[in-house]
Nanobody
Framework: QVQLVESGGGLVQAGGSLRLSCVASGSIFTLFAMGWYRQAPGKERELVATITWGGGSTNYLDSVKGRFTIVRDTAKKTVYLQMNSLNPEDTAIYYC???????????????WGQGTQVTVSS
């Protein structure tokens, strides 16, 4: 069974930084990509950043470009999101996701972590 475990959320003042981590464990046959979504109260979940596992190509939400950086550690099956220059609009629950195939011949699917709260005070 695949598990994604996030850590690193918390409370920070505007202008501060946080680093989120997400470790994938369990039966993973092929890992295609990992990344982060977030959901603020009353808003839809939005994609924050993704990274492909093979080539390391990244994609970012426009509002976080230049402030957030996503990197991966393939050996540890871990993805990190370094968040700098945080502002109150970044307040949300951040969810880690992984695009995996868990066994030969199975379909690739998205798996999700439980989420970690990030709160930015003004």
């Amino acid at each position: 069974q695949v598990q994604l475990v996030e850590s690193g959320g918390g409370l920070v003042q505007a202008g501060g930084s946080l680093r989120l981590s997400c470790v994938a464990s369990g039966s993973i046959f092929t890992l295609f990509a990992m990344g982060w979504y977030r959901q603020a109260p009353g808003k839809e979940r939005e994609l924050v950043a993704t990274i492909t596992w093979g080539g390391g190509s990244t994609n970012y939400l426009d509002s976080v470009k230049g402030r957030f950086t996503i990197v991966r550690d393939t050996a540890k099956k871990t993805v990190y999101l370094q968040m700098n220059s945080l502002n109150p609009e970044d307040t949300a629950i951040y969810y880690c996701y992984g695009d995996f195939r868990v066994a030969w011949g199975t379909r690739r699917s998205d798996y999700w972590g439980q989420g970690t709260q990030v709160t930015v005070s003004s």
